[in-house]
């Protein structure tokens, strides 16, 4: 089992940037993806970035490429994402999720994740 635990999230205005930071816990030995995904509320639960299990691989929805960034740190277990130029329409809760994998790459549905956090509340004002 493996636990996680999200981080960072807040109320800021467009434009503005927030860092999410997601810490593991329990059975960490293994290789695992680590990814965002978020829900508004009325919506369903969509992708937004990926990480393989080593750091290297990343992929992002088209909505938030260039704006945001997925990156781990495997010594202290934690995956982050930092959201820059954020935008009304990035208001929703964030999920982190893992997933063990064979290959060095992230999957983008959630049913491909085993594990999810509790959510953490991001809310962007116009």
């Known amino acids: 089992q493996v636990q996680l635990v999200e981080s960072g999230g807040g109320l800021v205005q467009a434009g503005g940037f927030l860092r999410l930071s997601c810490a593991a816990s329990?059975?960490?030995?293994?290789?695992?993806?680590m990814a965002w995904f978020r829900q508004a509320p009325g919506k369903e639960r969509e992708f937004v970035a990926a990480v393989g299990w080593s750091g290297r691989n990343t992929n992002y929805a088209d909505s938030v490429k260039g704006r945001f960034t997925i990156s781990r740190d495997n010594a202290k277990n934690t995956v982050y994402l930092q959201m820059n130029s954020l935008k009304p329409e990035d208001t929703a809760v964030h999920y982190c999720?893992?997933?063990?994998?064979?290959?060095?790459?992230?999957?983008?549905?959630?049913?491909?994740?085993?594990?999810w956090g509790q959510g953490t509340q991001v809310t962007v004002s116009s």
């Open positions: 999720a893992a997933t063990i994998v064979i290959s060095d790459y992230g999957p983008t549905k959630p049913y491909e994740y085993n594990y």
């Open positions: 329990g059975r960490t030995s293994s290789n695992y993806a």
